[in-house]
Structure formats: structure tokens, C-alpha cells
């Protein structure tokens, strides 16, 4: 799957948060949330559908995601992690924990996730 742009994911939002919808519905949505005219929610959608990450079914122009939203957040870490740390997710944690640090409930579920990955 091709990177998805700030601007593709504005249309990706209302997708992964309501379901499939007309592209004049997201038309309007996006409108208000983006100021995007109709024509750019069009250029967008159009940029999704080449990517393979919404179809598209008539009739009513009905768009609907083929990724979820898990599928480009790991995507997305993926490549930050490859990009900035050489690929170390220790370095990643690392890096992000030491500038905001954890609450006691955050430490208690990362400790959870962790163990839960090691008996796997």
C-alpha cells in the first residue's frame, strides 16, 4: 500500500469512523471540516481509489475503505521507526518514552502488552 497524505486521510476519517458513504456525503462533511470545495473531495477520492484504499460502487457513487485504519497506523510506524531509529523499535520506545514519560496505568498496560507478546 502507497503512503497515505494528510489529505487522503481526511477522507479515509469519516470512512473508517461511519462505514461506507456517497462521495457527495463526504463532499459535504469535508467541506466543513477541511473547507475543501467538491471538486478536491473528488480529487482526492479518485487519489484513494488508484492507491487501492476505497472502492467505489454505483450507484450514488458509494465509497467504502479497503484498509483499515490499523492497517496504515502500522504502516506508518513502520516506517518511522525504519526511517529515523535504523529500524530499532527499542530505540523508537526509547526515544518517545523519554520525553513524555508514563502514568502508573500506562506502565501497568505496556508491562501487560509486553508479556502478552512474550508468551506468543
Do not use: H
Not at 14 to 42: C, D, F, I, M
Not at 94 to 111: H, M, V, Y
Amino acid at each position: 500500500m502507497e503512503k497515505l497524505y494528510d489529505s487522503e486521510l481526511k477522507v479515509m476519517e469519516p470512512l473508517w469512523a461511519e462505514g461506507p458513504q456517497t462521495a457527495g456525503a463526504l463532499a459535504k462533511k469535508l467541506a466543513v471540516s477541511a473547507g475543501w470545495n467538491r471538486n478536491t473531495t473528488y480529487t482526492v477520492i479518485k487519489k484513494l481509489i488508484d492507491k487501492g484504499a476505497v472502492s467505489r460502487s454505483d450507484p450514488g457513487f458509494v465509497c467504502a475503505p479497503l484498509v483499515t485504519r490499523e492497517d496504515i497506523q502500522r504502516q506508518e510506524t513502520d516506517s518511522l521507526i525504519t526511517r529515523l531509529f535504523d529500524g530499532s523499535k527499542t530505540r523508537f520506545l526509547s526515544a518517545f518514552l523519554s520525553e513524555k514519560g508514563l502514568t502508573p496505568a500506562e506502565a501497568a498496560q505496556l508491562r501487560e502488552l509486553i508479556q502478552g507478546l512474550e508468551t506468543r
